[in-house]
């Protein structure tokens, strides 16, 4: 697939699943061969457009677009873009799938009581005693992902360059 022209992968999943660490190690991977890949990271994303946007689910969605928009535009340079982002909206996933041709989704599957457990931003233990809203997985309702083209269960920690070799597989690549 990555002969062709661009493309765009898409690693999805919950705050804290492993989008980062899995998209950023396959980008590393992809880089090797390729000059034309960019690593799109939901976080740095919003902060290259001076963080406008807040995450009620209004200001997420609108983000989500941005980075749909974003993304589309670099595919049409013929660039291969790794991008790291949450983005759970049925909409989304369809708008990705119908405006690019080379277009894949990973989905980033980690349990919620890892995810409570890891707790890297603070989140999940905020929402839980009420003190945190628009949390996606306690207060905020999300979209799983339909027709991912991989699903790979990241609720352990480890193993990371085997996961990374199976999107790679899928990119026919290496
Ligand atoms: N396969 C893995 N092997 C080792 N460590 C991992 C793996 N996946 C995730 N981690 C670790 O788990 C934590 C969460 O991962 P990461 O930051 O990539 O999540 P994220 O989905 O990008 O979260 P957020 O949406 O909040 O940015 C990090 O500390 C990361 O180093
Ligand atoms: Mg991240």
Known sequence: MLKVC????????????????IGNALYLKLKQKHTNVV??????????????????????????YRIHRMCKFLVSQNIHVVCATMSLYKEIHELNRS???????????????????????GLY?????GK????????????????????????QQNALQEKVQKILDLLGEL
């Not at 690593?39 to 406008?52: C, H, K, P, V």
């Not at 233990?125 to 005693?129: D, E, R």
């Not at 945190?132 to 609720?155: A, C, R, W």
Request: glycine letters at 8%.
């Open 6 to 21: 661009g493309s765009l992968i898409w690693i999805t999943g919950l705050s804290g699943s492993g989008k980062t660490t």
């Open 39 to 64: 690593f799109l990271d939901g976080d740095s994303f919003r902060e290259i457009l001076g963080n406008d946007l807040g995450h009620n689910p209004k200001d997420r969605l609108e983000n989500a």
């Open 99 to 121: 405006e690019m041709r080379n277009y894949l989704e990973i989905f980033i599957e980690c349990e919620i009581d890892e995810l409570i457990r890891r707790d890297q931003k």
């Open 125 to 129: 233990s905020q929402a839980i005693i």
């Open 132 to 155: 945190q809203t628009d949390v996606v997985g306690v207060n905020l309702s999300f979209d799983k992902p339909q027709n991912s083209e991989l699903t790979i269960d990241n609720t």
